[in-house]
């Protein structure tokens, strides 16, 4: 069983207890959920969930199709690394002293291109978009600074198709329901 790391991206509208309902599948199977991110979509109305799993190519083709025979679910879809275009925020607290003190987190500010978002008496925050590995090297660099908190959001993605596949899902049932009503 060769595990790799996919993406799935969950498209439906925004309703309670949908995302029990997914993540009820994951459980299940027995996978653990790597990273999960829901927000609204590029269409109105509909949301999209982006999950990211270890797991085989049966095990993510079998768990995509049966998120989509939920009934609140349009489309459901996965991806591999090199089919999408993807980053995750991370956001790391350190003692304003650290910053002050001496250059070295400005040094590894610029060194990560990351961005400075506060500065007070008490506490720096410092922000970073990027790949996982790139969130991680700073905050291995952080750590003996004396990081206070530290927060990675989920991954956020889009594929490298020039359009969603989502458009063409619901273009197709608007001119299903034309035809229909025409009859």
């Known amino acids: 069983m060769n595990k790799k790391l996919y993406t799935i991206n969950v498209y439906s509208e925004n309703m309670a207890g949908l995302l029990n309902q997914v993540t009820t599948i994951f459980t299940r199977r027995q996978l653990n ?24 190519a049966s095990t993510i083709e079998k768990v995509t199709k049966q998120i989509e025979k939920r009934i609140d ?55 970073l978009t990027g790949h996982p590995e790139e969130t991680q090297a700073l905050y291995d660099e952080l750590m003996p600074m004396g990081l206070w908190q530290f927060v990675r959001s989920g991954r956020i993605a889009i594929t490298k198709s020039p359009v969603e596949r989502l458009s063409n899902f619901l273009a197709l049932v608007e001119s299903r329901k034309g035809k229909n009503g025409a009859e």
């Open 33 to 56: 959920i790597e990273t999960l991110s829901v927000s609204a979509s590029s269409i109105e109305g509909i949301h999209k969930y982006t999950i990211t799993v270890h797991t085989d």
């Open 73 to 127: 679910v349009m489309q459901a879809h996965y991806y591999t690394d090199d089919q999408i275009i993807f980053q995750e925020v991370a956001l790391y607290k350190v003692p304003a002293l650290s910053l002050l003190g001496s250059n070295q987190v400005e040094k590894l500010v610029r060194k990560h291109n990351a961005r400075i978002l506060e500065v007070n008496q008490t506490y720096a925050v410092i922000e």
